[in-house]
């Protein structure tokens, strides 16, 4: 046909021996990977708010949280306060290494406890979010599991009032969860979804079965100790993480949340304050997972697997503990909005955050 140029060949350089094509697949793959990170990067940062702001805000039902480099920047601000105020010489970036292998049980108290809520925003929203918000620092501080109680079947005896109240603020938080745990690749874990539970259609249409994810976060519904005297419940244990430290807001006491066996080892936390989101910033949430951590390191060798160095050890542990009846005070800001107490083998410790 005319005007159609023929056809020729093209020339190709010949292939030196070792060397790859520069357009070889490799090239293809990493360019694949890089714009499947951008796009998971995008899809979480849908959740992310700007760091300067003092808290998480809260738009059209949505919650915007702290971005990961944020919270790990308050958890090593925080970590800094305590290593110096105790003398603990352990640096920020070894502590929050470590922290992948920290399991944090939290037993949660804020509905009937906290008077702060904005007038804007929804209590049975509020209460869920912090779950969420507790969440996310774990995850973005390089834990990879947690507990959570939500609430126990005692609450029940208070009657059908409350019962109603507190399974709507279960409701409330599903779509939330279900949302942020597509979005960031995280585990929910539901225990106690027995037959007859009043949400338990909706939450098993929310979590199916978890794959093992970047983090696992388990959650504990209508939770009683009588679960493990059944064969059912054992099988529940199994699925639980031993427990590192056990963290109680507004009640100085573990009841109605004790996890036979998982907690053999743990420490406590108190923290002296309702669970609430719009109670709490994100340089809160991650200084309540550095006092987490302080307490687990405090105690590392102590429950069920003490052995003294030596007798000046045992004495200079009754010297400060029984004698002097040590206390540390740690202020990791100037005007905090937090205490949280724990002990150690020479005495109590106070951080105000």
């Not at 947690?146 to 709507?168: C, I, M, W």
């Not at 037959?195 to 909706?202: M, N, S």
């Not at 429950?303 to 030596?310: D, F, R």
């Amino acid at each position: 046909m005319a005007g159609v140029a023929p056809t020729r060949p093209r020339l190709v350089p010949p292939e030196e021996p070792g060397l790859e094509p520069p357009d070889s697949l490799d090239a293809g793959t990493t360019t694949a990977r890089i714009q499947e990170d951008l796009l998971k990067s995008l899809v979480e940062s849908a959740d992310y708010v700007d760091e300067r702001t003092p808290l998480p805000a809260r738009s059209g039902g949505a919650l915007y949280l702290a971005t990961p480099e944020a919270i790990r920047e308050a958890f090593l601000h925080a970590w800094e306060g305590l290593s110096h105020s105790l003398g603990l010489g352990i640096p920020p970036e070894a502590a929050l290494a470590d922290l992948r292998d920290l399991v944090l049980y939290d037993i949660p108290d804020g509905t009937r406890s906290t008077l702060t809520v904005p007038a804007a925003h929804d209590v049975d929203t509020d209460a869920g979010m912090y779950c969420l918000s507790l969440v996310h620092t774990l995850a973005s501080l390089g834990a990879r599991t947690s507990v959570v109680l939500t609430h126990t079947a005692y609450n029940r005896e208070r009657g059908p009032r409350d019962t109603k109240r507190f399974l709507q603020i279960l409701a409330e938080g599903i779509e939330p969860f279900r949302t942020y745990a597509r979005r960031h690749g995280v585990g929910i874990r539901i225990h106690g979804l027995t037959p007859g539970y009043e949400l338990e259609t909706a939450f098993r249409n929310a979590f199916p079965p978890a794959k093992d994810g970047r983090f696992d976060a388990h959650f504990l519904l209508d939770y009683e100790e009588e679960w493990f005297l059944t064969e059912a419940g054992r099988a529940t244990l199994e699925a639980l993480p031993e427990i590192d430290v056990v963290v109680r807001h507004t009640k100085l006491q573990v009841s109605g949340g004790w996890i036979p066996i998982r907690m053999r080892r743990s420490s406590y936390v108190y923290s002296q304050n309702g669970t609430l989101h719009s109670n709490w910033s994100f340089p809160e949430y991650a200084a309540l997972v550095a006092v987490g951590y302080l307490s687990k390191l405090l105690h590392r060798g102590e429950a069920l697997s003490k052995t003294y160095v030596s007798i000046d050890e045992i004495k200079e542990r009754f010297k400060e503990r029984e004698l002097n009846l040590g206390q540390r005070v740690v202020r990791l800001s100037p005007k905090p909005r937090k205490l949280f107490l724990l002990g150690s083998p020479v005495g109590l410790v106070q951080v105000y955050a």
